[in-house]
């Protein structure tokens, strides 16, 4: 489970990508939480989210384990009715992903992409959300790889225990 004070300073800068405008967004209003995943719940505007932070992080530069200060890290899944964002997945990694770098999304062996900008990594169309959402209903684990704005590579794994049933509660709570 995701503390509130955590997902209150993520959620304090998120751009939402989907409706094209960079909104400024705080919450410490979690609803429910399903194993390793949190539901969130705001009115104003209103939308609807689970998130969870990663299970193992592992960080390496130059093939060597090293260790390095990184913010929050959530995987999240959005939904926003009022800009017509439904099932929008969000990643933050915790620091500057490298300009023009991608994270890949493994789930059980399925390889998804997500673009980059600053700190914020999202799929490139509504289908691809829909693909890793689909996968991450069947999949235990998914894990995510990226490079630091410094050439760090980070590895992160987040449970998915809990994950179906907290996006069906934040869908169903924003329909």
């Known amino acids: 489970m995701v503390s509130s004070r955590t997902i209150f300073s993520i959620i304090a800068g998120f751009a939402f990508v989907a409706s094209g405008a960079v909104a400024q967004e705080t919450s410490t209003n979690q609803v429910a939480a399903e194993t390793a995943w949190s539901i969130f719940e705001d009115n104003d505007p209103r939308e ?17 384990v090293v260790a390095v200060r990184r913010g929050d890290i959530l995987l999240m899944t959005f939904y926003r009715p009022g800009a017509d964002v439904s099932g929008q997945v969000t990643f933050t990694g915790g ?7 991608t994270v890949t999304v493994d789930i059980s062996g399925n390889k ?30 998914a894990v995510l790889t990226a490079r630091s704005s ?23 709570r924003c329909q």
């Open 95 to 101: 620091y500057p992903f490298a300009e023009g770098s």
């Open 150 to 172: 410094k050439g760090t590579i980070t590895k992160d794994t987040f449970s998915l225990l809990g994950f179906t049933a907290a996006v069906e509660g934040a869908e169903k």
């Open 48 to 64: 609807c989210w689970a998130v969870s932070a990663p299970t193992e992080t592992v960080n390496t530069k130059d093939g060597q």
């Open 112 to 141: 998804f992409e997500m673009f980059t900008e600053g700190e914020w990594a999202w799929p490139a169309s509504t289908g691809d959300d829909a693909k890793i959402i689909s996968a991450m209903k069947r999949g235990a684990d």
